[in-house]
């Protein structure tokens, strides 16, 4: 899988809204963009996955560049349970793949 | 609760001991991962199955360890003779995986993990 880059740290006051970039200019074409986080002592949790389109959840937005080299995960308005780490990955959607995780982006969100 | 579940979610042993863990996929899932996650690190893969069949293994799975998936559904993970370095944590995740043209298949959900302390 093609490997990531992200910023080790960020931080966030509560109520605004949480913009985590990430480097990928390695992706292949079927390599999609996932995003996990990991909250203190949690399992991992998936947040949500895209492959060139912007794409929308529940819990968050992820923006991907028209040459598909980088992302950023949006989230609108942090609160204190976001604070976690924030995992970006690209994995071949075919078959099974697994996850190759990398040290992500610890986001701390402030009062 | 449709979650991963794992089991236990602590175990402390002794050096030289066997331990033991079980994961509990989301039901009808037919993938089952299990990786392993050391202090400040991200998770690493360790092994995958589908359904009974254990697919993959990484190289960092050494003789000592072993897993099955009897049936295909929960999943064991064994450490025998454990070493100081094997304090980690140990996660579980599942997917159901559907046809490759699916948006979201194969999607891993994981389980809160099991952290094992060797003294």
């Known amino acids: 899988d093609a490997k990531t880059t992200q910023p080790p740290s960020m931080d966030c006051a509560e109520g605004r809204a949480a913009n985590l970039p990430c480097n990928h200019s390695?992706?292949?074409?079927?390599?999609?963009v996932y995003w996990y986080r990991q909250i203190h002592s949690q399992g991992p949790q998936y947040i949500i996955h895209?492959?060139?389109n912007n794409e929308t959840n529940e819990m968050a937005s992820l923006i991907i560049t028209e040459d598909r080299k980088s992302s950023t995960l949006i989230l609108p308005h942090a609160t204190l349970r976001d604070t976690a780490v924030y995992y970006c990955i690209v994995r071949v959607y075919s078959g099974y793949s697994t996850l190759t995780f990398g040290k992500g982006t610890m986001l701390l969100v402030s009062p | 609760d449709t979650g991963v579940s794992q089991d236990p979610r602590h175990k402390i042993t002794k050096r030289g001991q066997n331990v033991t863990f079980r994961c509990d996929p989301i039901s009808e899932h037919n993938r089952l991962y299990w990786y392993r996650q050391t202090l400040g690190q991200g998770p690493e893969f360790l092994t995958y199955?589908?359904?009974?069949?254990?697919?993959?293994k990484s190289r960092l799975l050494s003789d000592r360890f072993s897993a099955e998936r009897p049936k295909g559904s929960f999943s064991t993970l064994e450490i025998q003779r454990t070493e100081q370095g094997d304090s980690a944590m140990y996660l579980c995740?599942?997917?159901?995986?559907?046809?490759?043209?699916?948006?979201?298949?194969?999607?891993?959900?994981f389980g809160p993990g099991t952290r094992l302390t060797v003294l």
């Open positions: 895209g492959l060139k």
């Open positions: 199955f589908q359904n009974e069949a254990q697919l993959e």
């Open positions: 995740a599942s997917s159901l995986a559907l046809e490759a043209s699916a948006p979201g298949a194969d999607t891993q959900y």
């Open positions: 390695t992706i292949s074409g079927n390599e999609y």
